[in-house]
């Protein structure tokens, strides 16, 4: 890390108290709605899967999928982690209590294909929570017209991220109505939707340009009007507690959940998620 980017820390860390970070904002969103007995599913839980085990103590079992994954869990744990494709969930229907997902909308080829397969395996009464970048953030605005291979080596630049860890990304439903209109199309309704800003993290190659983007980010804070240039949107929808439980009846097996039949990616694993469910 630099030392440019060091001092740019330590000016956010001054400026922006945790407890407004999206991140924290998302993890309490989760925590509200975890009860002892319910199942978390997070779609892109990274190699690490550190929000995963974060909140593992929050629910019965947490499970989380991605494309790449470093750590699996274990017989001692409640969180389990899978190589799959949200296009197809690898849970059966009616299994999950709350679907979650953090900066992953934009990187969806097919987001409402994804959202019906959270409709899916959500019980009756469940939630799906998202906290994504919003598409007409302006510098989202100005990667969306870079090729991917420059958009990576500008990130790595701008924000100190790796190159492996930028993703393509499609931002096919990175607004609030893209977001209302794909989750509609799954049967899921909405229960807040709004947007939220950060600090300007694509800024922090030059201490002076990051002081500016800061004196930007609070103008569009401060002012009601300006929300939708904000960084990311926060929402939460549900599945209908009077849906129909889907295919299955919604019982989580005793050994594990199950996988589906059927999966469009042959290089994603199609095993079941095993777990242990005295925990």
């Known amino acids: 890390m630099s030392k440019t980017h060091q001092k ?3 000016i956010r860390n001054r400026l ?13 969103a989760i925590a509200d709605a975890a009860t002892p007995d319910s199942v978390r599913f997070e779609i892109g839980c990274g190699r690490e899967a550190q929000s995963l085990r974060q909140l593992s103590d929050h629910f019965a ?18 969180w389990r982690t899978a190589v799959a494709d949200a296009h197809r969930i690898p849970v059966r229907s009616g299994a999950v209590d709350v679907v979650t997902m953090t900066d ?23 939630r799906l929570i998202i906290v994504t970048v919003n ?27 790796e190159e492996e860890d930028t993703f393509p990304a ?26 939220i800003s950060h600090h300007p993290r694509y800024f922090m190659f030059s201490v002076l340009v990051y002081r500016m983007a800061i004196m930007a980010e609070r103008v569009v804070r401060r002012f009601e009007c300006l929300a939708p240039l904000r960084h990311f949107v ?46």
Request: charged residues 20%; aromatic residues 8%.
């Open 8 to 10: 740019c820390l330590a």
């Open 16 to 28: 922006y108290p945790k407890d407004v970070w999206p991140g924290v904002v998302f993890h309490q």
């Open 61 to 78: 079992l947490s499970l989380g999928v991605d494309f790449e994954i470093a750590t699996q869990g274990s017989a001692e744990t409640r």
């Open 104 to 126: 992953v909308v934009e990187h969806l080829a097919d987001p409402t294909q994804v959202f019906r397969e959270c409709a899916r395996v959500l019980r009756p009464g469940g």
């Open 135 to 161: 598409k007409w953030f302006l510098p989202v605005v100005l990667g969306r017209l870079l090729p991917h291979r420059l958009r990576q080596r500008v990130n790595q630049v701008a924000s100190a991220t």
């Open 170 to 195: 499609y931002y096919r439903a990175n607004t609030p109505g893209d977001l209302y209109a794909v989750a509609r199309a799954a049967g899921l309704r909405p229960l807040e939707m709004r947007y």
């Open 234 to 279: 926060l929402c939460q929808f549900e599945l209908p507690p009077d849906a129909a439980a889907r295919d299955s009846g919604g019982q989580v097996e005793a050994g594990a959940v199950a996988s589906c039949k059927e999966d469009p990616h042959p290089e994603a694993s199609t095993e079941p998620v095993q777990v242990e469910t005295g925990t």
